[in-house]
């Protein structure tokens, strides 16, 4: 690897590049881990950069009264409401607010938007300042998601107007970074005219490294680790361990929800990216991820990169990221399938080595933060005004 301590970040004609980070922020619901990690992946490998590079971080605020007020959804309307729509457009319009205040006083050269969910109305803003959304998932692929329309249905009268608004901005977008090929080919398909180059942030991998099993003769550990139990999959999961669970095989949990524990269930309280939780995946023997709402899943990478096979679901970019070597997807909800996969790894400790070592080979290969950060900076420089 090279030594990224003595690459130069790229120059302007007027001196050193100043870069706006903003980031999606806290709304509502709280802030997504995955937004964490990003931050997380930057402070890892951005020191490492010549100092000649100057970055601004900044995040939309949470909503004001009058912003969730207008966001509120009209139940007795259902989706017919436009609220997906209006929800959107008011975090865009903080976000649209916030980048011309900056424009203003710290005047970047060019702006980073994690996501484009904030995104929408910063078309006429990019003729001062080029902004580049990084997508995990589109917008409206995530509002497909969660509202449970199959991605082959045609599109809801009430989602159109989002995805004209998205189509505009990432047609207007200087670049658009996509964090997997699957994402880059959504983006092909709703906005054809956008540029769009393929990059993950990456992860810091120097934090996250297999370690060596004791020998069998214990309870095989299995890790599920979520903010949303449910939505994530943790009931399906104990489902699927069963009758096996707490006898033959433990289930460590992380995630902010209260949950009814059974025998051979641990819960821990770990953050994302913190040492405790880097210990959890380090002494897996598997992943299990079983969720029905997701679109890049910061974790499993990070169990890839600790050398633990996954089983996780055929949704968003996940078995793009397994790469069909460091783990099993599964259907969504199917919970024999699940079963099976999960007893498939519990059985071979060769299939599960393999898998381990497959998944941290892909992750140096595509998810390292200090080799994927300086290409993103290359790539926002070829950009900046």
Same mark, same amino acid.
């Given at each position: 690897m090279p030594d990224l301590k003595a690459r130069m970040a790229p120059e302007l004609p007027h001196g050193p590049m100043k870069v706006l980070f903003l980031d999606q922020g806290r709304t509502t619901s709280g802030t997504a881990m995955g937004h964490v990690r990003v931050q997380h992946a930057l402070a890892a490998a951005l020191p490492g950069l010549a100092t000649d590079l100057r970055t601004v971080r900044s995040e939309v605020p949470a909503f004001t009264l009058a912003q969730r007020l207008f966001a509120r959804p009209v139940r007795s309307l259902h989706g017919w409401d436009l609220w997906a729509v209006r929800w959107h457009l008011a975090r865009s319009w903080a976000a649209r607010q916030l980048v011309k205040r900056s424009i203003v006083t710290t005047r970047p050269d060019v702006a980073h938007i994690t996501t484009d969910q904030v995104a929408l109305l910063l078309s006429d803003v990019q003729d001062n300042l080029p902004c580049v959304p990084s997508l995990d998932i589109l917008t409206l692929d995530w509002v497909r998601l969660v509202q449970r329309i199959p991605p082959e249905a045609a599109l809801p009268a009430f989602l159109r107007p989002l995805a004209y608004l998205e189509r505009r901005a990432l047609e207007r977008a200087p670049l658009c970074i996509a964090w997997t090929a699957t994402?880059?080919? #959504?983006?092909?398909?709703?906005?054809? +005219?956008? +540029?769009t180059e393929i990059l993950h942030p990456g992860l810091d991998l120097e934090t996250l490294r297999p370690i060596r099993k004791p020998a069998v003769g214990r309870p095989m550990r299995v890790l599920f680790v979520g903010g949303r139990w449910q939505a994530k999959g943790g009931p399906a999961l104990v489902r699927a361990l069963r009758p096996e669970l707490g006898s033959r095989v433990? /289930?460590?949990?992380?995630?902010?929800?209260?949950?009814?524990? &059974?025998?051979?269930?641990?819960?821990?309280?770990? +953050?994302?990216? #913190?040492?405790?939780? &880097?210990?959890?995946?380090?002494?897996?023997?598997?992943?299990?991820?079983?969720?029905?709402?997701?679109?890049?899943?910061?974790?499993?990478?990070?169990?890839?990169?600790?050398?633990?096979?996954?089983? #996780?679901?055929?949704?968003?970019?996940?078995?793009?990221?397994?790469?069909?070597?460091?783990? /099993?997807?599964?259907?969504?909800?199917?919970?024999? *399938?699940?079963?099976?996969?999960?007893?498939?790894? /519990?059985?071979?400790?060769?299939?599960?080595?393999?898998? *381990?070592?497959?998944?941290?080979?892909?992750?140096?290969?595509?998810?390292?933060?200090?080799?994927?950060?300086?290409?993103?900076?290359?790539?926002? &420089?070829?950009?900046? +005004?």
């Open positions: 994402i880059a080919d #959504s983006i092909a398909r709703l906005a054809p +005219k956008a +540029k433990t /289930l460590d949990v992380v995630t902010t929800e209260s949950i009814d524990v &059974a025998d051979g269930m641990y819960v821990h309280a770990a +953050k994302p990216g #913190s040492a405790d939780l &880097a210990d959890l995946f380090a002494r897996a023997d598997i992943f299990c991820l079983p969720t029905s709402a997701d679109a890049v899943p910061w974790v499993v990478l990070e169990a890839m990169a600790s050398g633990v096979p996954v089983v #996780s679901t055929r949704i968003g970019s996940i078995p793009e990221m397994l790469g069909g070597q460091a783990g /099993l997807a599964v259907e969504p909800g199917d919970i024999d *399938g699940l079963r099976r996969a999960l007893h498939t790894l /519990l059985e071979d400790a060769e299939l599960r080595t393999s898998m *381990g070592e497959a998944g941290r080979a892909r992750a140096e290969e595509l998810y390292d933060a200090r080799k994927n950060t300086p290409e993103l900076i290359d790539r926002l &420089a070829s950009v900046a +005004k």
